[in-house]
């Protein structure tokens, strides 16, 4: 497994740095600036635009309105700005009224939402602060969707505390954003509180990877026959039936190997995650791992728009980024080819979205040649074949069937076979001293070593002493909306090994990326192995960190690795 990058940082911040507490406010129409020996902000449209500590800058200066802003059905600048008092600057809007009191040590507001609708108050974070630690846990690399009540920005030595019951969600065109949300006719207030990290403290976390990330050994498929493949998308790629293309694929080419960070439902590996558009795929491309051979299909969540007009920019900024998603991947250690999948025909209830889909594949069709490297990639078209079979409709829909599945998995199976020169129901064979490789989620004081990503997984331990009612808890670290747990009864005895099937329910859709914890009632356990879920359905061999597991069974599917 990747090493884990270490970081300085310092969950308790120094409070009252100087000893004086002068607040400097200068204001210039509509625009304003506050200055203390501690921070300094200045504005864009009225709202904070800037905030720089110990000379880190912490909000976006390239996005417009500004570094922070209202968003309602509009973005209005804040007007009638005026100072108050008590170190105080105010402004309002059609949306409402905001209230920033500075003072030494933090910068205090209020937003009263005058509107009849709920309102979002936005601040945008530079790109430069990777790291956030949220509720004062283990830090983290943005971007994260997660809420909190304190994220604390890091940046150097320098620390920016947003306290409020919020949440931060990203990226948004490569930005990542802290949200306070304001409903109608209601006051929301937020305290930001700058610092530093003190000097006598030491390090005292870790930024844990916020994906799986593994590095694969491709060395035995020249004996195995194996051909690895990757499959890159959204929810379509996995969620609900996706593992259905899998299962379909593995019908017709059974020598195929499934490389990946997630796992779906039948245990099979994958790289796709549900929501994503071109950008979120282009934000986490340094997650997905190299492989031999890519299949892409992404695009369809880029185009629900809801107006004919809007359906031209939008098909060329899809297929712009689609472009950019396949030149990226082709940048990979060891890349022979990337299947290029065109969008899907889909039947929803926004026909525009079919449309815009459409559009895009006509753009990409027309721009193959030009933009992609002669013989690096395979174009695979779908959407023609498709809407020629009666009623498609009802086997595709959004997210296909598993009538659906088979029809694409049909179509992918004959662009691998043509362009790999490869039978259909080739079989793979097992060379000597190969194995799965299984990482172990689980680290010390029974901590996931990451945030989980959504997806299925098996945990298996071994019970040393058990009581009356004994029973393991698995759950998220943080507490809120979205979290997973997990009651598992231990019907097991002293000695033996249970082992239980575990769905953290789809990332955005009742589950919110974490760390997962574990403990016990009434039982003491050894031997904690939280992996992905393997086709088998069952544990592997125990083993700490990545290791090859040589004993446990091969299912179809699973790449062979040599064992280390």
């Keep these: 497994m990747n090493t884990l990058k270490q970081i300085m940082i310092i969950t ?3 409070i009252g740095m100087a000893a004086s507490a002068e607040v400097k406010l200068e204001i210039s129409g509509n625009e304003w600036k506050a200055v203390t020996a501690n921070y300094s902000v200045t504005s864009k449209n009225g709202y904070i635009n800037s905030i720089t500590v110990d000379g880190k800058e912490f909000l976006a200066q390239s996005k417009v309105p500004g570094g922070s802003y209202l968003c309602g059905k509009e973005m209005p600048p804040l007007k009638e700005i005026k100072q108050d008092p008590g170190n105080i600057i105010s402004g309002s809007c059609s949306l409402g009224k905001i209230i920033y009191t500075f003072s030494d040590n933090d910068i205090a507001f209020s937003y009263e939402n005058t509107s009849t609708a709920n309102n979002v108050y936005y601040f945008i974070i530079n790109p430069e602060v990777k790291t956030v630690v949220i509720n004062d846990t283990a830090a983290r690399e943005v971007p994260q969707t997660v809420s909190g009540s304190s994220f604390k920005w890091i940046a150097g ?7 409020s019951e919020s949440r931060i ?8 954003v802290w949200e306070l949300t304001a409903p109608a006719e209601k006051t929301q207030t937020a305290k930001i509180i700058p610092g530093k990290n003190m000097d006598n403290h030491k390090l005292n976390q870790q930024t844990k990877n916020t994906n799986q990330c593994t590095n694969f050994d491709y060395s035995a498929t020249g004996k195995s026959g194996q051909i690895p493949l990757c499959m890159i998308g959204d929810s379509i790629t996995w969620a609900e039936k996706g593992d259905c293309w899998r299962k379909e694929l593995l019908a017709r080419l059974p ?4 490389v990946g960070t997630h796992t779906a439902m ?12 071109t950008g979120l795929i282009l934000a986490r491309m340094k997650y997905i791992p190299d492989c031999p051979y890519y299949n892409v299909l992404i695009g369809t969540n880029n185009n629900g728009v809801k107006k004919a007009e809007l359906i031209e920019d939008k098909s060329k900024q899809t297929a712009e980024e689609i472009i950019r998603i396949v030149n990226e991947l082709l940048k ?3 890349v022979e080819k990337v299947f290029l999948s065109s969008i899907l025909p889909c039947a929803t209830d926004n026909p ?12 990409l069709r027309e721009k193959f040649d030009k933009v992609f490297p002669k013989d690096k990639v395979v174009w695979v078209e779908y959407e023609t074949p498709i809407r020629q079979v009666n009623g498609w409709e009802k086997k595709i829909f959004l997210h296909p069937n598993e009538e659906g599945y088979a029809l694409v998995g049909d179509i992918t199976a004959k662009a691998v076979s043509a362009t790999l020169n490869v039978k259909p129901g080739t079989e793979s064979v097992r060379p000597d ?10 680290g010390e004081n029974n901590i996931t070593v990451c945030p989980v990503i959504a997806g299925w997984y098996i945990l298996s331990c071994k019970v040393d002493t058990a009581g009356p009612n004994p029973e393991i808890i698995l759950e998220s670290q943080l507490s809120g909306k979205n979290t997973f747990k997990q009651v598992i009864p231990v019907k097991a005895a002293p000695g033996e090994t249970i082992s239980v099937n575990v769905f953290t329910n789809y990332e955005g859709y009742g589950y919110t990326r974490d760390f997962l914890t574990l403990k016990t009632n009434g039982c003491s356990v050894s031997n904690v192995l939280l992996e992905k879920m393997r086709p088998s359905k069952k544990s592997s061999s125990y083993g700490k960190d990545s290791y090859i597991d040589t004993v446990s069974p091969v299912s179809k599917g699973e790449l062979l690795e040599h064992s280390r």
């Design 12 to 14: 308790t911040m120094t």
């Design 157 to 163: 030595t320098a620390v920016l505390d947003f306290k």
């Design 169 to 176: 969600w990203g990226p948004w065109n490569g930005f990542q």
């Design 255 to 258: 020598n195929l190997a499934f």
């Design 266 to 277: 039948f245990g099979y590996s994958h790289a796709g995650e549900g929501g994503n558009s």
């Design 332 to 334: 990979k250690k060891g």
């Design 352 to 363: 525009f979205r079919d449309q815009c889909n459409s559009a895009t594949n006509k753009i």
């Design 433 to 442: 001293n190969t194995g799965v490789q299984v990482v172990n989620l689980m």
